[in-house]
């Protein structure tokens, strides 16, 4: 009975390997760039940023990470500002230009 519980109980996930779309990715450098990638320095680097991901997020509010999430999105992508007044009116003349 112990056996059969502990063959039904799902291992906890871990970073034991490489996706194969981070593998294709990593193929791509060392074809593009002329490097040799160390696999095994990869998943260490892997694993140690996913630590620090679940450590920021330990005994945090959802609210908190949103409003970081988006400061740090503001900061990276300056967002864009367009009157759609003037690009109706713009529109507007070209539709009524005769061709």
Same mark, same amino acid.
């Given at each position: 009975?112990?056996?059969?519980?502990?063959?039904?109980?799902?291992?906890?996930?871990?970073?034991?390997?490489?996706?194969?779309? $981070?593998? !294709? *990715?990593?193929? =791509?450098?060392? #074809?593009?760039?002329?490097? @040799?990638?160390?696999?095994?320095?990869?998943?260490? +680097?892997?694993?140690?940023?996913?630590?620090?991901?679940?450590?920021?997020?330990?005994?945090?509010?959802?609210? $908190?990470? !949103? *409003?970081?999430? =988006?400061?740090? #999105?503001?900061?990276?992508? @300056?967002?864009?500002?367009?009157?759609?007044?003037? +690009?109706?009116?713009?529109?507007?003349?070209?539709?009524?230009?005769?061709?």
């Amino acid at each position: 009975m112990i056996r059969r519980i502990i063959r039904k109980r799902r291992p906890a996930p871990t970073l034991v390997g490489i996706s194969l779309e $981070e593998e !294709l *990715a990593l193929i =791509r450098v060392e #074809l593009m760039y002329g490097l @040799r990638v160390n696999r095994e320095a990869y998943l260490r +680097r892997k694993v140690d940023e996913r630590n620090e991901t679940v450590s920021r997020m330990r005994d945090r509010e959802p609210a $908190e990470m !949103l *409003a970081d999430l =988006r400061g740090s #999105l503001e900061r990276t992508v @300056r967002p864009k500002v367009v009157d759609l007044q003037s +690009r109706r009116q713009a529109r507007a003349s070209q539709d009524s230009e005769p061709a």
